[in-house]
Every structure is written in C-alpha cells, then in structure tokens.
C-alpha cells in the first residue's frame, strides 16, 4: 500500500485486490459479539468533512472505532472554517494535534491531493471525495459488493472482477463515484459501460477506458451489475434535461427494466437515492438491490484501508481473529 489514498487510478490490480481480501477479513469481526481489534490503539484518525455527509463521515468514524483508534470529527459548519480560515491552517492546527490519518472530503477538486503532497501534515491521507473529482473509498466498496454478490465471500478471495460487465447509469458528469469506479473496475479486469444523456457525459470522455451508450434498455441484457447514480442538482447550473419525468423515462430503473437483466445481475446505488425518479420503489426494495449491503461493507472497507494504511501490514490475518466454532 502507497502512504495515501487520493485516487483510484493510483491502486494497481495487486493493491486493489489486497484491500478487498482484507475487508473480508474484517467483515468477519462485524459477525463477532465485540465488534473491535486493538490494531490502531493510540494512533488518531481526524474526519476532516468541509462538505454535508451522513454515510461516508459515520462509515469512516465505525471503521477507526472497530479499530481502537481515537477519532476526532471535524465538521467545517461552525468551525474557523466558517470564518475564513484556509485549508493549510486548518491542516496545520491538525498536525500540531497528532493526526495520524486525515480523512477529508472537499468540496473543490484536488484538494486532498494538496493536503498530501504540501508538507503541511505528516500523516497518511484518504480521500473521502473531492468536488467532482473522485471517491476512491465507494469504488472499493461497490467493487467488493460486487465480487461478493457475483463470486461469493470465500471463492472471491485473491479474484478480481474480469469478464464482469457493469454499467453505471446517470449523472456521470458531477460524478466523483463513477469517475473513481470506471478507474477501479477497469484495473480489476471489469468492462464499463456509461449510460447517460448527450449533456451529462464530461468532455473527453472518450480518453476513459470505458464505453458510452445513449440507451438503457440497449445494455441491460448484458450487464452483471447496473449502478444507479443521483442526479445531482446542487452542482448544476443550467437545464441538463427537460424535465423529471422525461429523465426517469429513458434513464430511471423499474421492475420491467430490471426483468431484462440476466437472473444473477444486481443494481446497485451509492446513496441517497431520489426514489421516483432514478430508481423506483420497487426495485430499491427488491433483494436485487444492493444499498444496504453496500453501506456495511463501506465499513469493512474502511477498516481495511485505515488498516493498511497506518497498520503497515500487508494482510488482515495477524489483526482479525481465527475463526473458531464460538465466533463463526
């Protein structure tokens, strides 16, 4: 493992599939009555948060607890932040604390690569997503989700995803979440359709190792796993489509869309989803659907990520316990 966590383009298919064998490793102390390892004790992970999050901040914050490490959260609301402090002091007061780790999500792109590559703190950095730039974290965790659905928790073990076929469907333009995963899901071996509206797929997308189609329905047939993504109207600024209702016509996910789907294929969302109109009720209840599962295993691969980064180990087995008769 690097000394960071800033892309996933940075994570070779050795890193990748290193940090999901090692979340299954610590998905297994979730199942144990006592929920923690004394792997990080004394080291302190500070939740450095300049944007609104509720899965991401709480994830991050269970997975350094179920490691025994101190955790500070750092909400920019009602901080110098919002008195016009810069993000160097604010990395400067935080070293002088003793961060070991900061875990920052940043509402302008490249601001965790600057955190890591300034001098201003000495401890490793994890992206937590930056502006519409990434959000290496849920690719490993929509990849592990996936790997567990489609090959199995055990037989999974040491694979990656090759031959697999996902499609992520939606406001791919503002998506740090799809960026990251066409990254991830391409170095695991996986091929990657965008399915979006003409307006909302970025300039350039053509350079991305991943295909592009217009139509849904035209993918659905061959897809392992479909993920849905939020649109995003906080970052636009302008009509990207004509209305709600002529989006979710071409582009939402209902039960007879989901029907065309190979019997094994999963969807899957990062949250929160707008149900309605990406995805429909029926589908996001259905046990097809992924949500709750991949929420979990955010935490597991976070633990494993924090784990590797600031364990220095190069596998979960010497942290997580045996797995005895008492603890299965």
């Known amino acids: 493992m690097k000394r960071?966590?800033?892309?996933?383009?940075?994570?070779?298919?050795?890193?990748?599939?290193?940090?999901?064998?090692?979340?299954?490793?610590?998905?297994?102390?979730?199942?144990?009555?006592?929920?923690?390892?004394?792997?990080?004790?004394?080291?302190?992970?500070?939740?450095?948060?300049?944007?609104?999050?509720?899965?991401?901040?709480?994830?991050?914050?269970a997975?350094?607890?179920?490691?025994?490490?101190?955790?500070?959260?750092?909400?920019?609301?009602?901080?110098?932040?919002?008195?016009?402090?810069?993000?160097?002091?604010?990395a400067l007061t935080l070293e002088a604390m003793g961060a070991?780790?900061?875990?920052?999500?940043?509402?302008?792109?490249g601001a965790p690569y600057r955190l890591a590559t300034s001098g201003w703190i000495d401890g490793a950095v994890v992206n937590a997503g930056d502006g519409t730039h990434e959000h290496p974290t849920q690719a490993l965790l929509d990849a592990f989700t996936v790997r567990r659905?489609?090959?199995?928790?055990?037989?999974?073990?040491?694979?990656?995803?090759?031959?697999?076929?996902?499609?992520?469907v939606g406001d791919i333009l503002h998506s740090r979440v799809a960026r990251s995963n066409v990254h991830l899901l391409t170095t695991l071996g996986a091929h990657v359709t965008l399915v979006a509206p003409p307006t909302l797929v970025p300039v350039g997308v053509e350079q991305w190792p991943c295909d592009v189609s217009y139509s849904l329905d035209d993918v659905?047939?061959?897809?392992?796993a479909v993920m849905m993504l939020r649109v995003q109207r906080e970052r636009m600024n302008a009509a990207y489509f004509p209305t709600e209702r002529e989006y979710s016509r071409r582009y939402?996910?209902?039960?007879?869309?989901?029907?065309?789907?190979p019997e094994h294929a999963v969807v899957m969302h990062p949250g929160p989803m707008v149900r309605g109109m990406e995805i429909t009720a029926e589908v996001a209840d259905s046990d097809r659907c992924t949500v709750v599962e991949q929420v979990a295993n955010?935490?597991?691969?976070?633990?494993?990520?924090?784990?590797?980064?600031?364990?220095?180990?190069?596998?979960?087995?010497?942290a997580a316990p045996a797995r005895t008769e008492e603890n299965k």
Do not use: Q, W
């Open 149 to 168: 659905r489609l090959v199995g928790p055990e037989a999974g073990l040491g694979r990656d995803l090759e031959g697999r076929r996902i499609t992520i």
């Open 298 to 318: 955010g935490v597991s691969i976070r633990m494993a990520v924090l784990y590797l980064l600031l364990g220095g180990a190069d596998t979960a087995l010497s």
């Open 100 to 109: 070991d780790a900061v875990v920052i999500r940043h509402g302008a792109s």
């Open 220 to 224: 659905l047939a061959t897809s392992d």
């Open 63 to 90: 997975a350094a607890k179920r490691l025994s490490a101190d955790v500070i959260n750092f909400s920019a609301k009602g901080s110098s932040v919002s008195k016009g402090e810069s993000l160097k002091d604010t």
């Open 252 to 261: 939402g996910l209902d039960g007879e869309r989901m029907a065309k789907m």
């Open 4 to 61: 960071h966590l800033i892309s996933a383009a940075d994570l070779t298919r050795d890193d990748a599939v290193l940090i999901l064998d090692t979340a299954e490793e610590m998905a297994r102390v979730a199942d144990r009555p006592i929920k923690k390892l004394p792997t990080l004790r004394g080291r302190t992970v500070v939740n450095l948060f300049f944007e609104d999050s509720t899965r991401t901040r709480i994830s991050f914050e």
